[in-house]
């Protein structure tokens, strides 16, 4: 969620480092300056903070909201101004019809430049005001932030101008104002709480928790939030305002009148809230179940046993049960077969004599014999097991540069129905488009996700298997979201070591994990999770491809709740799920079934 970049300055400069906090939502873009101590007015020579545009100004710069200030352009060097800078330059753009304005933690010397050499406007910081200075210990530290004020200064923006008429702004300027030093910390991080509702009849629910971390460039400390004081403002989206929540010291406050704080995104409209710590509350919906949450109507029982007496007798191809081939489709057969095996259990539960109201239509059905279930199990077990133990042809392996289970991958002979490559040659290496790129970690939350669901199923139905093969089975999950609390003081995994049980760890009440990232797939602030991998792989950026995917691979990692009894963070799972914005439709079109889609 936070990111600090840090460039070295050259060590003659009379700079040390730059820093950045980089957030999703953030109405204003920040940059720290690390100056070297003693850095004043008369040293700022050699490196500048600098605002740069590719294209012409429309007007010239207003300073502190009331000056106007006269620019170089190569011409009226007697002319163009130094101008003192109490608190914002604000920039107007012709070509764009945007206005933005340039806020400094401090007062500071500033210079414009317009049609100088290739850059066609330039913003400068030329010296300090002594006197008011913010060191860290060994640097001078300076910020600037930059927020986009008017997207229709003169209603020439297509995009965002209605009727060629131009927005007035002067509100959300004053706001931006007002919050201008509040940016956020390096300590940024979302947290969650679980919790009952029972007393007002609910089920489980939780509060996914954004910390913003919130900071005053003044001081660089951390702010106590206080309903009374100006608080961080961050940018909404509509599936966070459905769910936001007022906390203590956290009004988490919409800022908007008629629209005029919210602008148009990809993902709905972006409104401004205000608060330093989001709270949003969500409805687990219930426990997890192999079941469907409402039982079949009885008048479809015949055609569900006909289907499902057929349906029972699936078999993967010989290459897929050897652990030869893709992780993908072997992963989407197995899932389907585990599925078939689960609704078969289901009707078999339905017309059962033990379970008291037996609708008169099981009368009329063939369900699938005792040793028909048996041998499906059979066959899921060992196509299941072959993949998770090390025997496969095509095993996974440990990434130790990225932290993460890929496949070695396989070049598929299709005359001998089986790998040419041999581990250690595994070709998804370099062949970042084999296996749809799961080397690259593309698509792994489908891949992982169809093998832990049927992995899920037989432990389900064999528990004695599932004992046996729990952390082969959370090493999967692991991989796409590390979410358990977990002792990793046994994990002896190396560099292009096959899956194996002395690989593998041991589960105990423990959040560290040095071996997985926390949550690999997902994104926390947009709702979703991302298809896409290492994004030098996919130059057109990331995607979510398949949110019915995403959502079956986060059904399979909280399925083995209801097998382990010291597997008890399927909530979390749950919640992977909720933040999804798709559930708008599920929700407003059908009624509240499922929350969360």
């Known amino acids: 969620m936070i990111y600090l970049i840090k460039e070295p300055a ?57 000056n106007t200030m006269l620019c170089y352009n190569g011409q009226n060097s007697s ?21 933005w304005l340039v806020f400094y933690s ?33 640097n001078r530290i300076f910020t600037s932030r930059v927020a986009l004020m008017n997207n229709c200064t003169k209603g020439t923006n297509p995009s965002y101008c209605f009727q060629a008429t131009p927005s007035n702004r002067t509100e959300f300027s004053a706001l931006l104002h007002k919050h201008a030093h509040i940016y956020p910390g390096s300590n ?51 599936h966070h305002r459905d769910r936001l929540r007022t906390v203590v010291q956290s009004p988490n406050r919409f800022i908007f009148e008629d629209t005029l704080h919210c602008t148009s995104s990809l993902n709905g409209r972006a409104c401004i809230v205000e608060g330093s710590n989001w709270v949003m509350e969500e409805d687990l919906d219930g426990e997890p179940s192999f079941y469907a949450p409402r039982r079949p109507d009885n008048r479809d029982l015949v055609l569900l046993s006909q289907a499902i007496t057929h349906d029972i007798h699936f078999e993967l191809p010989p290459y897929y049960v050897k652990g030869a081939g893709d992780t993908y489709f072997s992963g989407k057969m197995l899932a389907k077969f585990a599925r078939i095996i689960m609704i078969a259990e289901e009707l078999i539960d339905i017309c059962s004599p033990y379970n008291g109201d037996v609708p008169t239509q099981c009368q009329e059905i063939e369900l699938p014999s005792e040793k028909t ?101 959370l090493v999967m999950i692991r991989d796409i979201a590390k979410y358990v609390n977990m002792d990793t003081s046994c994990m002896l995994f190396f560099p292009l070591q096959k899956l194996r049980p002395k690989f593998l760890f041991r589960y105990s009440p423990s959040i560290k994990d040095n071996f997985f990232p926390t949550y690999r797939m997902k994104d926390w602030y947009l709702g979703n999770s991302w298809a896409s991998g290492i994004a030098m792989a996919y130059p057109n950026g990331r995607n979510q491809e398949s949110s019915s995917e995403s959502i ?13 009894t010291n597997f008890n963070h399927y909530s979390l799972n749950v919640l992977f799920n909720c933040p999804q914005p798709s559930y708008r439709i599920i929700r407003e079109g059908y009624g509240k079934n499922r929350l969360c889609f």
């Open 373 to 473: 279930m048996s041998d499906a199990l059979g066959r899921l077990r060992r196509s299941t097991e072959i993949w998770i133990n090390g025997q496969a042809i095509t095993p996974f392996v440990y990434d130790s540069k990225w932290g993460g289970i890929v496949s070695c991958g396989c070049h598929f002979d299709e005359a001998e129905q089986t790998c040419q490559n041999v581990f250690p040659d595994c070709p998804s290496f370099e062949d970042h488009g084999l296996n749809f790129g799961n080397a690259v970690y593309n698509d792994h939350h489908f891949h992982q996700g169809y093998h832990i669901y049927a992995a899920a199923a037989v432990s389900y139905l064999d528990p004695d298997w599932g004992k046996r093969h729990f952390e082969n089975v």
């Open 10 to 66: 050259l060590t003659t400069t009379n700079l040390d480092m730059m820093t950045s906090s980089i957030v999703r939502g953030m109405p204003y873009g920040t940059m720290h300056y690390h100056f070297k101590v003693g850095t004043a007015r008369d040293t700022l020579s050699q490196f500048v903070p600098t605002v740069a545009s590719e294209i012409p100004l429309l007007s010239q710069p207003i300073v502190d909201s009331t």
């Open 188 to 238: 940024s991080k979302i947290d969650y709480t679980f919790f009952s509702d029972e007393i007002l009849g609910g089920g489980p629910r939780a509060y996914l928790q954004f910390d913003w971390d919130p900071r005053d460039y003044r001081s660089a400390q951390k702010i106590v939030p206080s309903i009374d004081e100006p608080q961080l403002l961050m940018y909404s989206l509509p």
């Open 106 to 138: 401090e007062p500071v010397y500033v210079k414009c430049f317009e049609a100088v050499g290739s850059i066609p406007f330039l913003l400068q910081v030329v010296g300090f005001v002594d006197g008011r200075k913010l060191f860290d210990g060994q």
């Open 552 to 564: 079956a691979a986060y059904e399979g990692m909280f399925e083995p709740s209801l097998v382990f």
């Open 79 to 99: 002319l163009a101004e130094t101008k003192l800078v109490e608190r914002s330059v604000m920039l107007s753009f012709a070509q764009s019809d945007f206005s």
